[in-house]
């Protein structure tokens, strides 16, 4: 058996046995939630480069991840943040939940933020790709 320590990134202890394939890996850090952040966090720069949709031509291989957007409080609309990086929100259509832009919105009606910047209609078709 050989016990290896992947990345500090990866907060994970792993082991694998001498001569098979592949490795068990548990959670070491006596931080869980730390550990899901960190990893919610590196999977923004990490998988929304590789997998999802791109909505925008951003010149680059940013995507949106549906299923990262939730957990990561709307950073996973990768392709939108690269499109517009000066947004606020980065879900900018009607069914891209953005739990951050949500916030941001219920402050500004509050009061409590304002100049909050959004992009026009205009912009958004300018950058659109077309399908
Ligand atoms: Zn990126």
């Known amino acids: 058996m050989v016990l290896f320590v992947l990345p500090a990134t990866s907060n994970a202890l792993c082991f694998r046995v001498s001569g ?3 490795a068990v890996c548990v959670p070491a850090s006596k931080k869980p939630k730390k550990m899901v952040l960190n990893h919610v966090t590196y999977s923004i720069n990490s998988l929304c480069h590789f997998f999802g949709r791109r909505r925008f031509d951003t010149g680059d291989h940013s995507h949106n991840l549906l299923w990262l957007a939730p957990f990561s409080f709307g950073e996973a609309w990768h392709n939108n943040h690269h499109a517009f ?3 606020a929100i980065h879900g900018l259509g009607r069914r891209e939940i953005d739990l951050s832009g949500i916030m ?28």
């Open 85 to 87: 990086p000066t947004s």
């Open 20 to 22: 098979s394939r592949g």
């Open 104 to 131: 941001i919105s219920a402050l500004e009606r509050l009061g409590l933020v304002w100049d909050v910047q959004r992009i026009s209609p205009d912009r958004l078709a300018a950058k659109a790709l077309t399908r």
